[in-house]
């Protein structure tokens, strides 16, 4: 599979072929526990439930992030659990934003597994074009966990990463630029609902991962999003950027859509604004 979108009636199709794993990952920041019960109230049929909060990030020590990136040999073994192989297709969806889908599928694609595609427009789309739903919590089978063992989905991985020290560094030597994927108001300091510091990395840029999206709540075409990320970034686009939001999730949104642009290469900065803030040494823009 080398698409990065899938639409519902491709998905519908893939589904009838074995080898393809889907991963729901409905999420609420305010209320964990709500994408599980949205998964168990309804999903696509054999998705398998994967959690932001419990299995998606490292230990969080208050200083490393909201959602740390966990290290990838641990992610490499729970997607080996859920039955993921060198050869396995993989489709990953959200409510309908692509909000977290997004951020798996960068995970993946860090871990070394290209063949991995985000489901536009998410539940939200597949129950519009009429597809069949399952409900009810699902685990990985047997015969899929032993399928897979000794085998490592781990590969090169082709999505680079930048710690905070490069991003300090980077404010008095720049090499690339930071954009950054939350609200204005966020970026701006003028409103903080989730973090305790306001602002923004001093020289940061200002990309709301919702424009990335039309009103229906799919991905707009290539060709528009390449239009507006080369006039935001201009020259920019020639000396590398890194992407940034409040945890690293959203971030991958801008990421993924430049990726669809045709912008490849990207960096990202998994611990953003909510690890950059945790240091009071580190300097902050507002406005």
Known sequence: MTTLLIQPEALQERLARPGCLVFDV?????DHGAGRRAYEEGHVPGALYLDHETQLCAL???RNGRHPLPDRADFAALMRAQGLTARTDVVVYDAGNAMFAAHLWWMLRWLGHESVAVLDGGWAAWQAA?????????APSLSEAQAVQGLSPLGKPSM???DARAVLVNLDEPRFTVLDARAPERFSGAVEPIDPVGGHIPGALNRPFALNLAPD???????ELRAEFEALLGDRLDHGIVHQCGSGITACH???AMELAGLRGSALYPGSWSEWCADAMRPVARA
């Open 254 to 256: 801008n990421l993924f």
């Open 60 to 62: 969080k020590t208050g």
């Open 130 to 138: 009429g597809g069949a739903v399952e409900t009810g919590a699902r």
């Open 26 to 30: 409905r999420h609420d920041l305010a």
């Open 217 to 223: 709540g799919r991905f707009k075409p290539a060709g």
């Open 160 to 162: 680079p990463v930048v």
